[in-house]
């Protein structure tokens, strides 16, 4: 069968897709680039906005308008919450509720799938599985937390978590196959082993994964901010653990941070970066904002502004609020009009692009690792590579070689449009060479999008 995958959304659904295309693979299934060619089409759909459920939709017409043949099956959070409204979109052969993902390749195969079969992937792998060079990987699903925007804990249910041995192992699994990140995700990371009684799980974890496995890079993936603890980042001592924290903080005003139902204040958040800070060198601190969150005045917007700045982040996601129906948020009074969350969400926009370059510019004239990731083109000199430091700044290059899936130091020279562009000095060994069933990993034109 050839089958194509796509995703809408967050790096947990990312993670749970590249599952899926290693185990239909694993199958000797073909993934197919192009819808065109595919037999089946699977979408891991998100609902956390409007604009995400839109999307989702217009995917699965596409996917029919392109092929009429092809089968359609749909899973993920906008599956959950609106199965009814999914199957009646033509072509949808099946709907797939998130506690059945996981089983979602025997469903549409009919066949047993062996999570770690991993010969025949191996054998068509480059840079890694789907010529990647980082892993999402799914240590976690569900939340306990009822946020009062969030209807993703509706549709994910309640946290539970992977057992370490079986993270440790696709870890090790991953690293054979020529992978040199591996990205924790989660629905509320930061909660992992607290289903398991463990309210330090994630730093077991972590620790587990540094000491039994030789990922060269290990990345977590957003962490609520109430579930750190100051002396976790001395975690980072270990280089291998990139220095990137993706803190959400929604608002930086005290009182919408109540009506949302945060576990956090400006007072806990500030004293969490000033940890983060003192135990990581050049970490990058980025983080996840509402705007236009029912009830936010313009007081309040401005305060929140004003926190932001002062925590000088790395960088933003800005979200709009979206009312979402089941959430309590979407009952409150004094919802905010979509112009004035256009206007709110523009003056963070250039603040967050402001805070970016300060952050990109105090590292101008320092040497970083950066692991390669594609090339995007040449010029005489050589191959435009492009790809990223551990604390997460995208960096361009050009080198006489395709450096794709390679970690070189490099020293950072300049920043333009919104990128650093450095010039390579060494290409740093590989600390455990995958398996030599695996083609040789320089030279490849694999790329990640
Ligand atoms: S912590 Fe809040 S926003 Fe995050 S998944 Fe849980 S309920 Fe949703």
Redesign the pocket.
């Known amino acids: 069968m050839k089958v194509h995958l796509r995703m809408v959304g967050c790096r947990l659904n990312q993670s749970e897709i590249d599952t899926m295309a290693r185990q239909f693979r694993a199958l000797g299934h073909e993934v197919v680039a192009s819808p065109e060619e595919a037999d089946h089409f699977v979408l891991n759909t998100c609902a956390v906005t409007n604009e995400a459920a839109k999307t989702s939709r217009k995917f699965i017409r596409d996917f029919q308008r392109s092929n009429t043949n092809g089968a359609i099956t749909v899973t993920g959070c906008y599956a959950q919450i609106a199965p009814v409204e999914i199957r009646h979109l033509p072509g949808v052969q099946r709907v797939i509720d998130n506690s059945s993902k996981s089983r979602l390749v025997s469903l549409v195969t009919g066949e047993t799938v062996d999570e770690f079969d991993a010969e025949p992937i191996e054998r068509q792998s480059g840079t890694g599985l789907l010529g990647k060079t980082r892993a999402f990987v799914k240590a976690q699903d569900g939340?306990?937390?009822?946020?009062t925007?969030?209807v993703?804990?509706i549709a994910?249910g309640q946290g539970r978590s992977r057992s370490i041995p079986d993270l440790v192992r696709e870890l090790n699994y991953l690293r054979r196959s020529g992978y040199q990140e591996a990205v924790l995700t989660g629905?509320?990371l930061g909660s992992y082993g607290h289903d398991f009684g463990d309210r330090q799980g994630l730093k077991r974890l972590v620790e587990a994964l540094l000491s039994e496995t030789t990922m060269p890079r290990i990345r977590l993936s957003s962490l609520?901010p109430w579930d750190l603890r100051p002396d976790f980042f001395a975690l980072w001592k270990n280089r291998r653990l990139c220095r990137h924290l993706h803190l959400?903080l929604?608002s930086g005003c005290d009182a919408t941070l109540k009506r949302m139902r945060?576990h956090t204040n400006q007072a806990q958040f500030r004293a969490l970066i000033s940890s983060a800070r003192a135990l990581i060198p050049e970490v990058r601190i980025t983080t996840d904002v509402i705007v236009g969150f029912p009830g936010e005045t313009e007081d309040e917007f401005a305060e929140s502004e004003r926190f932001i700045r002062e925590m000088e982040f790395g960088g933003l996601h800005i979200f709009r609020y979206s009312n979402r129906p089941g959430t309590p948020a979407n009952r409150m009074r004094h919802q905010i009009s979509n112009d004035v969350k256009k206007n709110r969400s523009n003056k963070l926009l250039a603040l967050s692009r402001q805070m970016e370059r300060q952050f990109a510019e105090r590292l101008l004239g320092t040497v970083q690792s950066v692991l390669w990731e594609q090339v995007i083109g040449a010029t005489p000199r050589g191959f435009i590579n492009t790809g990223y430091t551990d604390n997460y700044m995208r960096v361009r290059a050009v080198h006489p070689r395709d450096l794709s899936n390679i970690v070189a130091s490099t020293r950072l020279d300049t920043f333009t449009a919104g990128e650093i562009h450095g010039t390579v000095k060494e290409v740093l060994p590989i600390l455990d060479p995958p398996d030599s069933s695996v083609s040789a990993i320089a030279g490849s034109s694999a790329s990640y999008s």
Do not use: G, L
């Open positions: 939340c306990d937390n009822a946020c925007f969030c993703t804990t994910r629905v509320h609520e959400p929604q945060r």
